[in-house]
């Protein structure tokens, strides 16, 4: 359709639309278009970062969490949930391994664990900063205060992922208990962009109650947030969650907000995540081909990978992280692409 193809131009040339455009887009878009749309995506991601792909060791220290969002497996009152928490040294491990492997990014992720009091953060945070003083570390625990976060920047930190989940209110309190809001968690994001993070934001596609409206709106507010980096996968369904029964979010849909979002953040760091590898075997590849440009494999002890179980069915969780490395560089390679050895810091 002609005035599809001319939205989709606009959106590349203008990087933005009303939010109507965008409900108009994500509502009426064909097969074809929805192509058109990820050439235009994976052309402009070609031109900022080449054919080359960020990677992030991901080091999952603990699934202990105080919170309870309705769709996660590690929430508080998911009482089948087999919990750990890895030691400083464990996670130095981890570390050893992936600097051996070509990882330049470290990303420490966790449910929020008071058992990992600030001071005891900065602890970890030091002691990684001091071995590898080369690589970036990225932290993903959660909501904090200022102070904290500042602390934890101090400290060496130099990246945060906190996705804001959705920006809606309504909908933000159809996802969490009445503790968490969504003007919390915004704060939060606008605090860490403040002290100067790297910071990271993003939904998950097709939760529970999600409108096309709503995904509109997270649009919107990305925008207005500028991250740095941008997570998005499907949602899938967790057995022992609230939201066992509901339908997953599908591939078609990330991929066009990918696509999307590449499109509006030319230079953004936007992964191709695990979730999106577990709903579809080309996943990651398909999420490259949208304009994604970083992976996040898993660099936990395998020991523990199957218990930081936030969905189910998750990929890779019987895998030694070398292995992970080199499938994902042979995926890689399958399409055209190679993982870089570099902090894939973000670029203005
Ligand atoms: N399905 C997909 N993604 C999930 N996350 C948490 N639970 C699920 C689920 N059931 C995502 C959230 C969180 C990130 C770490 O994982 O968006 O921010
Ligand atoms: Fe983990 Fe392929 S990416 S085994």
């Not at 966790?110 to 602890?123: N, P, T």
């Not at 001091?130 to 990246?159: H, M, N, Q, V, W």
Request: some cysteine; charged content about 25%; hydrophobic content about 35%.
């Amino acid at each position: 359709m002609a005035e599809m193809r001319a939205l989709i131009d606009r959106l590349e040339s203008q990087q933005m639309l009303s939010k109507e455009e965008f409900i108009t887009l994500i509502t009426g878009i064909s097969i074809e278009d929805t192509e058109y749309l990820r050439e235009k995506a994976r052309k402009t991601a070609k031109r900022c970062f080449g054919n080359r792909i960020y990677t992030r060791g991901l080091i999952e220290f603990t699934n202990y969490c105080r919170n309870d969002c309705y769709y996660c497996g590690i929430r508080r009152s998911n009482t089948g949930a087999c919990r750990y928490r890895l030691t400083k040294e464990a996670i130095l491990d981890c570390c050893k391994t992936g600097y051996e492997l070509g990882f330049r990014t470290f990303v420490l992720q966790g449910g929020e664990d008071a058992k990992y009091s600030d001071d005891i953060v900065v602890d970890i945070i030091t002691g990684i900063k001091e071995k590898y003083p080369d690589c970036a570390l990225t932290l993903s625990i959660g909501e904090k205060s200022y102070e904290s976060y500042l602390k934890f920047y101090k400290a060496g930190a130099d990246r945060y992922l906190l996705r804001h989940e959705t920006a809606n209110k309504d909908h933000y309190s159809k996802l969490h208990p009445p503790a968490l809001s969504a003007d919390n968690r915004k704060r939060c994001l606008y605090d860490l962009k403040k002290i100067g993070y790297q910071a990271g934001a993003g939904f998950m596609v097709g939760s529970p109650y999600q409108t096309v409206d709503y995904l509109a709106e997270d649009l919107l507010f990305l925008k207005e947030l500028s991250p740095h980096m941008i997570g998005i996968g499907p949602f899938i369904p967790h057995h022992q969650t609230p939201f066992a029964d509901r339908t997953p979010g599908t591939m078609e849909q990330t991929l066009l907000l990918l696509g999307i979002l590449r499109l509006m953040f030319p230079k953004v760091l936007l992964p191709a995540t695990t979730a999106l590898g577990t709903i579809h075997p080309l996943g990651r590849e398909k999420g490259i081909l949208s304009g994604a440009n970083v992976l996040m494999p898993n660099l936990s002890p395998t020991m523990v990978r199957k218990k930081y179980e936030l969905y189910d069915n998750k990929i890779c969780t019987g895998d030694e992280a070398a292995e992970c490395r080199s499938c994902l560089g042979r995926k890689m390679q399958k399409i055209g692409y190679e993982l870089a050895v570099d902090r894939g810091d973000y670029k203005p």
